[in-house]
């Protein structure tokens, strides 16, 4: 599993805690150890931390809610679920209930978008792997000059033209096997729209930061 995968699935499961905690924000009663280790059955761990005690109740290896007791008292909690955990959240009675009751629910979700992230991986894998090459072909006995600059989710092919003008075109790593086959045909409308302009034309990205005017 990559670092962006990981970070994907910690942020779920971090933003799940966050709605369970406004769910249950005024529901912030104090609780002691002996009441948690004997509510709903769940199996208490005795595992010792320098600074206290952790207390996991587990609906099966994989997926637990952890409760950390620090030695003044207060408490928080994480989710666990296949090894990833999210942060460490205050917690309340109400809190606790809620997790373990959503528990095999968030970690259905959790599971899910584990295995379309690792699905989106490889085809974007696919797309590093086999987005050059097939320029190669696309482009070869064609009167263009072109180079490529790697972003974070694309590759941005750049295109020389007419009147040393340039046309960039993202080609996304998710959606590349839709966008090669129409590319040449893409670069030919731009070729023709300059080549019959008038006046001057330069072509780029829209400034998402602008107040555009609408009419």
């Known amino acids: 599993m990559n670092d962006t995968i990981k970070w994907k699935l910690e942020r779920f499961l971090?933003?799940?805690l966050r709605e369970i905690y406004l769910d249950r924000y005024e529901e912030r009663h104090r609780f002691s150890t002996p009441f948690i280790q004997n509510t709903k059955g769940f199996i208490v761990s005795d595992?010792?931390?320098?600074?206290?005690?952790?207390?996991?109740?587990t609906d099966s290896?994989?997926?637990q809610c952890i409760i950390y007791c620090k030695k003044d008292?207060?408490?928080s909690m994480t989710i666990s679920i296949d090894g990833i955990l999210s942060d460490r959240w205050k917690i309340s009675v109400g809190m606790l209930y809620r997790c373990m009751d959503t528990m095999d629910i968030i970690a259905k979700e959790f599971r899910q978008l584990a295995n379309d992230l690792e699905k989106e991986e490889k085809i974007v894998e696919m797309g590093r792997n086999s987005i050059h090459p097939w320029l190669k072909t696309i482009l070869q006995n064609q009167p263009y000059s072109y180079y490529t600059t790697k972003g974070e989710n694309k590759i941005v092919l750049s295109v020389k033209m007419e009147n040393r003008m340039q046309l960039d075109i993202p080609i996304y790593l998710k959606s590349f096997q839709k966008i090669m086959p129409e590319l040449l045909h893409t670069i030919?409308?731009?070729?023709k729209v300059i080549g019959e302009a008038k006046i001057k034309v330069l072509i780029s990205n829209s400034n998402v930061n602008r107040q555009w005017i609408k009419t």
Request: with cysteine; proline share 0%.
């Open 14 to 16: 971090n933003n799940k």
């Open 47 to 57: 595992a010792r931390l320098w600074w206290g005690d952790c207390y996991a109740f």
């Open 61 to 63: 290896k994989d997926v």
């Open 73 to 75: 008292k207060q408490k």
């Open 188 to 191: 030919q409308q731009f070729e």
